[in-house]
Structure formats: C-alpha cells, structure tokens
C-alpha cells in the first residue's frame, strides 16, 4: 500500500469512530491503485519524486495563494525544476497555489468561492471535516487554515491526488497528518456520521440521483453536524429543475440543475433542517479563465458570445448557490 494512504489508515486505527472505515477502506485503496486511474496516479508518483529535497520551513493557508516555502530557500536549478514539474502535471483547474515562490494560477480562482462562503458558515476551528470532490484539495488547505482539527476530502482523481500530494509532501509533519485526500467517491464510504462539516462543492450537478447525494453527505455527518452545499442553479420557483437535453455549457455529464426554491424543498425533504442559503452570484471570467497551466476552453468558450447570460446551447449561464444545512441531533 502506498505510504500517504498508509498514515491515514494508521492514524483513523486509534479513531472510535473513524475506525469503522477500515472495514472496506484498505480494499477500497488496493482497488484504485490496481485500477487504470492507479497506474496514472503512479507515473505522477516518478515525477514527485524530484520534489523530495524541498521541505517548507513556512506555510500560508489564509491568502488567495495557498502557499508553501520562500523562493529564496531553493536553487535556480530547483526554481526550473518546478516550473517544468508544474506543466507536466497539467491540467491545474483550482487554486492557486504558490510553491518557494512559483505560482500556479489555476483555471479557478478558487478564492473567490471561499470568500463567499466562509462569513456565512459555522466557524471550522476544532472541527472534522469532509471534503466531498475536493480536486486537488485548495479548499482543504484553506479549511485546515481556519483550525480544523482534521481535514479528510475524496476524490477520484489520480491528477488531482498527486497535484495534492505535491504541496502536501513539502508540508511539516504536524500539517500533514491533519489533512488526508483518499482516490475515492462518495458511494464508496459507509455511512460514517464522523464529521462536523461536510463540504460538497461542485458536485451535485454531475450526480444521477441528487436525492442519493444528500443523503449520502447526511449519512457522514454527525447528529447536529452542518452541510455546506454549492451548486449550480437556475431562476424559478419550487417547480422548477433543468435537465439538459444534451448538453449545458459544453459539459456532458450535467444531470441537475434546480432553482433554489426546488434545492430548498429537496434538502428539507431529505431530512435536513435550518436550510438556508447564504450566497448565489453567476459565474464570471474573472473566476474561471484558461491561463497557462490551463490551455483548454474555459467559461468563456462555454458562453454565447453574444450575450453572456446564456450558454451556447441557450441556457441560463452558470449561475452557483452555496447553502448550509444541518443534520437533525438525536
């Protein structure tokens, strides 16, 4: 087994309540990498391995670049070997990051999202966190950042877990054993009810079955714990879902876009409780743009390009709502 998964099965061992995981956990793991995605995940493991020597003494995790080391504490040699490391690792859809100085700017200004939610959430100090398609784990950092106790996100991605693991590699010791991305997704964990937030951002639109996808974010929560959901969603009333024809902004695997009167009715109809919604904003090229680390279209190729309010099938443009919920004590 690979030694990042190996930590965390060592650590969540002592865990009363993580521990029940390690029922299927282990051969969840040894499948991904016995899988197409774990051979991907393992050529990128050769690459990481020139990022070995780098160690950084000091990291910020409450700016919009999450960011690890000084530029002055590593050679020009090293300076260029990141630089090249950064393209080989293409493409970089969130962030961004800065690593001893190199920036990546992503494809995603993520830190535009972060801002508009964090006001509105309950405070991550000393708390457990899910992040559910976390990607390559910017918003971890900025969670872990906040004084979470713990942040665990899943993801299936074998780019996505080795562009995390790039940062997290140069991270203290203390710092990495706090936050854990797993190649897994949702339908693979039990129903743990071991996390004080659980984040899903981003995900809901690709879901086959939205009602599945509360529930399985309800089932890791403990008893009081809050969802924090962000999704795309549409103008109307309690009546009224898009589903594409085809499909929307370019994407093919979008399945569910409410209004927010629809998502609202939904999360109370899946038990949730103190539904509110705490953000909704159309998506910008300020936020999502192509740049060099991310040389395919981008939101801007997604829109009319004679009226930005529309995509080029005719639909709202992206439109994304951030929710919170709370899973009902016992």
Not at 83 to 101: A, I, Q, S, T, V
Request: negative net charge; hydrophobic residues 40%; aromatic residues 10%.
């Amino acid at each position: 087994m690979f030694s990042p998964f190996n930590k965390f099965l060592e650590i969540i061992a002592g865990d009363p309540v993580l521990g029940r995981w390690l029922t299927r956990l282990p051969q969840d793991l040894e499948n991904f990498l016995k899988s197409a995605e774990g051979q991907e995940f393992r050529r990128y493991e050769k690459i990481l391995e020139r990022t070995r020597p780098l160690h950084a003494e000091s990291l910020n995790l409450k700016q919009p670049y999450v960011s690890f080391g000084s530029g002055d504490a590593i050679t020009e040699g090293q300076h260029q070997m990141l630089k090249n490391l950064f393209k080989e690792m293409m493409p970089w859809r969130k962030g961004p990051y800065e690593l001893f100085g190199e920036k990546v700017e992503s494809e995603w200004r993520s830190f535009m999202k972060w801002d508009r939610l964090l006001s509105g959430i309950t405070p991550l100090e000393g708390r457990r966190i899910l992040d559910v398609g976390c990607g390559n784990g910017y918003h971890m950092w900025r969670m872990l950042g906040e004084g979470a106790e713990r942040v665990v996100g899943i993801d299936p991605s074998a780019l996505f877990t080795a562009q995390f693991e790039l940062f997290k590699r140069t991270a203290p010791e203390e710092i990495r054993q706090k936050i854990h991305l797993l190649p897994l997704g949702i339908e693979q964990l039990p129903a743990l009810e071991a996390f004080d937030t659980v984040f899903s951002m981003g995900v809901l639109y690709h879901r086959r079955s939205a009602v599945d996808h509360l529930m399985q974010l309800q089932n890791q929560l403990v008893p009081g714990g809050e969802l924090v959901l962000e999704t795309m969603v549409i103008e109307g009333d309690e009546s009224t879902v898009l589903i594409p024809k085809d499909r929307y902004a370019k994407m093919p695997n979008i399945w569910y876009i409410p209004s927010i009167p629809s998502l609202k009715n939904l999360l109370n109809r899946c038990g949730y409780i103190d539904v509110e919604l705490i953000d909704v904003c159309m998506t910008t090229t300020e936020e999502q743009r192509r740049t060099e680390l991310m040389i395919t279209e981008s939101l801007e190729d997604f829109l009319d390009p004679h009226d930005h309010t529309r995509t080029v099938e005719g639909y709202q443009a992206p439109t994304r709502a951030v929710f919170t919920a709370k899973k009902k004590g016992r």
